[in-house]
């Protein structure tokens, strides 16, 4: 499975090489969530992700790369554009 994942990461088509940064990090016991920015230099992502950790090693993890959208009419003025 590891080499599969590293496989996949290694073919992704990227303009540069990636950098990360972790922009926030929250952990209770074995669960840790992050929110972590990814870049080529060309494009910038976010990615969220859910990692369940036991003896210092990822045994369960979950990612969800969000894209940006724009509110519905019937929100948009009560939300705050970051």
Known sequence: WRERVATMNARYPAAARW???TEALLADGDEVVTRTRVSDGTR???AITWSTVRDGRIV???EYWPEPF???PWRADV???G
């Open 70 to 72: 724009a509110p519905a």
């Open 79 to 81: 939300v705050e554009r």
């Open 19 to 21: 950098t990360f940064e």
């Open 44 to 46: 910038s992502d976010l």
């Open 60 to 62: 369960r993890q979950v």
